[in-house]
């Protein structure tokens, strides 16, 4: 693969053209690009009256209740004052709304077990656990098949 790098003082924002040969899986391609940025992505989060950048990366899932947005890391617990459905407007691709109340990442997904009594998620390196509602599951379980 070739990069090319041209710097333009007229840009606003950086701008990628992509050239490729017809059998390359765009889609894919894309979605790399865009959790690389997502990667690196940083919010401000508050917590005990302090404001934090919180890697999104970092960013188990998002979770609305008593009128707040509670934000979960594997080992903190962060507000904002954002409503889910702005947050889902402005999240990278890999942010995916699995309920009424919650947003999950999909990259930290450690598994997805589907019972009688509900849809659980499991995440990589914490405890923390969220439920998957009827109407999502269906597409949860597509993207992270996709993703392999």
């Not at 894919?28 to 690009?33: D, E, H, K, P, R």
């Not at 459905?85 to 997904?109: G, T």
């Amino acid at each position: 693969m070739k990069i090319r790098v041209v710097i333009d003082d007229r840009l606003k924002e950086p701008e990628i053209t992509i050239r490729t040969p017809e059998d390359v899986d765009v889609d894919q391609l894309v979605a790399s690009i865009q959790g690389v940025e997502a990667t690196a992505a940083r919010m401000t989060f508050s917590q005990r009256g302090e404001n934090y950048q919180v890697t999104l990366h970092d960013v188990l899932f998002f979770e609305a209740a008593d009128h707040q947005v509670m934000v979960h890391t594997a080992t903190e617990v962060f507000s904002t004052r954002q409503r889910l459905y702005e947050l889902e407007e402005n999240l990278p691709a890999s942010f995916q709304r699995v309920s009424k109340s919650a947003i999950l990442n999909c990259a930290q997904i450690f598994s997805l077990t589907k019972s009688v009594t509900g849809n659980l998620v499991k995440f990589q390196k914490s405890h923390k656990q969220l439920y998957v509602s009827r109407r999502f599951y269906k597409r949860l379980k597509e993207t992270l098949e996709r993703k392999g």
